[in-house]
């Protein structure tokens, strides 16, 4: 990767994202020295403006960065990882520096807890309950929350529709799950056709 340094006295500003919701975590900044450190362990290290040395995130609160993958922009003084965190990102113990008030990504990381059940399975879970009766049933609640959908938009409060809205959506994640499909899928299917 031939990143140039030299733009910014040494230093290239870092975006952090997560892998799996592709929420934007943090802004930080890197020299050399901390990218190869960070291609090495596999651990996002900072160069520390304000201690002026290496930093390692989550060296003292064991919220580590884990790298996924790393792209450079087309400018090459710009990266962007795309990380696993481990615990919140910020200082103050939130899961991003960015006050956005929600994760927006968090359908995302419900596909990914959808996943998590499936692997690892627990009596009490509804998503292992309602897979035990297989893709005719889950097949059966997508439509059954379609069409309690419609009637919360045509008959029912706003809250209401949110409500089966939501339960709409869910039961379609369990549904492409139990084909082998995810959003991702549903995702590039949508913009090739937009294209």
């Known amino acids: 990767?031939?990143?140039?340094?030299?733009?910014?006295?040494?230093?290239?500003?870092?975006?952090?994202?997560?892998?799996?919701?592709?929420?934007?975590?943090?802004?930080?900044?890197?020299?050399?020295?901390?990218?190869?450190?960070?291609?090495?362990?596999?651990?996002?290290?900072?160069?520390?403006?304000?201690?002026?040395?290496?930093?390692?995130?989550?060296?003292?609160?064991?919220?580590?960065?884990?790298?996924?993958?790393?792209?450079?922009?087309?400018?090459?003084d710009t990266l962007l990882i795309k990380v696993n965190p481990v615990g919140p990102t910020c200082h103050k113990g939130t899961r991003s520096c960015f006050d956005t008030g929600y994760n927006q990504n968090f359908i995302f990381q419900l596909e990914n807890i959808i996943k998590d059940r499936y692997e690892n399975p627990t009596e009490?879970?509804?998503?292992?309950?309602?897979?035990?009766?297989?893709?005719?049933?889950?097949?059966?609640?997508?439509?059954?929350?379609?069409?309690?959908?419609v009637i919360a938009a045509l008959a029912e409060t706003d809250h209401d529709f949110i409500n089966e809205s939501s339960d709409l959506v869910f039961h379609l994640l369990v549904l492409l799950k139990e084909k082998g499909f995810s959003l991702q899928d549903v995702a590039k299917n949508l913009e090739s056709r937009h294209q």
């Open 124 to 149: 009490e879970s509804y998503v292992n309950k309602l897979r035990a009766k297989g893709l005719n049933k889950i097949a059966q609640k997508v439509g059954e929350e379609g069409v309690e959908t």
């Open 1 to 76: 990767m031939n990143i140039d340094f030299n733009k910014s006295e040494g230093l290239v500003p870092v975006i952090i994202q997560d892998e799996q919701t592709l929420e934007v975590l943090m802004l930080g900044y890197m020299n050399n020295e901390a990218f190869e450190k960070t291609e090495k362990e596999g651990k996002v290290t900072f160069f520390s403006r304000t201690k002026n040395r290496l930093w390692t995130k989550g060296e003292e609160s064991g919220h580590f960065l884990f790298v996924k993958s790393i792209s450079l922009d087309c400018d090459q």
